[in-house]
């Protein structure tokens, strides 16, 4: 919206707006705007949560060290999202169709997980949407992008074909070239595409939401993966550095770094309220919808198969309560962890809170700076 007022429209007038047309210095305001938005308008959410009694309940099984933390105000993925998507829509190129599946997907996971934390609060518990109520629509939702992306590929916008980290000259393509050009079978070549992209988000999605159980480690860990995304999808979007890293030029994904950057901003605004002692939770809202937009960014940039280090905590994780999970099933009730996901498990070895929290951050940095060294190590 600024972008195309300021640059678009007055820039032949007032020649100094020139500087609205670089991709960086939106990026920067984008950023300040959301963390501006985020700081800001905290307070008056927060209050308002409190105001309709729409507090956060502690699951019976969860530490001891949890319960006091009933009560406090749920739902603040939703300052989240209006912290991304207000800057995004003022500083990016709206013209850009990659911002728009990247925003829609956004909405689309965050309003599941509205629908997940309403219930919650309306029947006073720590249980929502079942699993296969949330899978199914988190299934659908990674649909539509990758619908979307489909048709941008047929448009000669996208590209279908994989990165892999280390391998220079290796790109596979994950759909059927055979079925290509076959009257009324074409759709069936991007199939495994389709499905590719579902898991992708879907395991994201629900990463992101299993890291959320302490004070401010998920949104800290959000700040480090997105700042992580910020800078692939920067040099993915550049002629020099794309060539000089041999990386697929996708100039249209440029204007993505100001998403990304929005995403830094909105977190650090929250992680203002939600750092131990924390003021606001995120719920559900926040969690699967930062982990459906980290990994829709990552699909639309071609880096899907760095996410296991650009978010490397979050599938840690994931991966401790599926081996918990597995662990108890196959071997008569038998556990892995004290308790899962991880993060608990370190907390009933004595760990504190706060300690868990700045050495998962750790721990996230460094993943994301191995993340960074794979575009040159190839």
């Known amino acids: 919206m600024l972008f195309w007022l300021l640059y678009q429209k007055l820039f032949p007038y007032f020649p100094v707006f020139r500087i609205f047309r670089y991709v960086t210095f939106r990026c920067v305001f984008a950023s300040l705007t959301a963390m501006l938005i985020g700081l800001l308008i905290g307070p008056f959410v927060i209050e308002r949560l409190r105001e309709f009694q729409i507090g956060q309940y502690i699951r019976e099984e969860g530490p001891e060290s949890h319960k006091k933390k009933g009560g406090t105000p749920t739902m603040g ?14 500083w990016s190129n709206l013209a850009d169709p990659f911002v728009w599946v990247v925003l829609g997907s956004t909405l689309a996971f965050a309003a599941i997980g509205f629908a997940d934390d309403y219930i919650k609060v309306v029947h006073k518990r720590n249980l929502g949407l079942t699993s296969r109520q949330k899978l199914a629509l988190q299934f659908v939702a990674s649909l539509a992008v990758a619908l979307s992306l489909v048709f941008l590929e047929e448009q000669g916008s996208y590209s279908t074909r994989l990165i892999v980290p280390f391998a220079k000259h290796l790109r596979p393509n994950l759909i059927i070239d055979s079925l290509r050009h076959v009257p009324h079978l074409s759709v069936l070549a991007f199939i495994p595409f389709i499905v590719f992209v579902m898991l992708v988000i879907t395991f994201s999605s629900n990463a992101v939401n299993l890291t959320d159980g302490l004070d401010g480690l998920a949104i800290g860990c959000t700040i480090i993966a997105a700042g992580a995304l910020t800078v692939l999808t920067y040099v993915s979007g550049h002629v020099v550095f794309a060539d000089y890293l041999e990386l697929q ?5 440029s204007e993505l770094t100001i998403f990304c950057g929005a995403m830094v901003g909105a977190s650090i605004g929250f992680l203002w309220y939600n750092a131990h002692p924390a003021e606001i939770f995120m719920g559900d809202v926040g969690s699967l919808m930062l982990g459906g937009a980290i990994a829709t960014v990552a699909v639309v940039i071609k880096q899907e198969l760095l996410l296991p280090f650009i978010g490397g905590v979050f599938i840690m994780e994931a991966v401790s309560v599926m081996l918990q999970v597995g662990s108890y099933k196959l071997r008569g009730g038998k556990r892995i962890f004290r308790m899962a996901p991880i993060h608990h498990h370190f907390e009933l070895g004595g760990w504190s809170e706060s300690k868990v929290i700045a050495r998962f951050w750790i721990l996230a940095l460094i993943f994301a700076l191995f993340a960074l060294t794979t575009l040159k190590l190839r």
């Open 77 to 90: 993925g939703v300052l989240i999202c209006i912290s991304i998507v207000i800057p995004t829509l003022l």
């Open 249 to 253: 030029r996708m100039p249209q994904v």
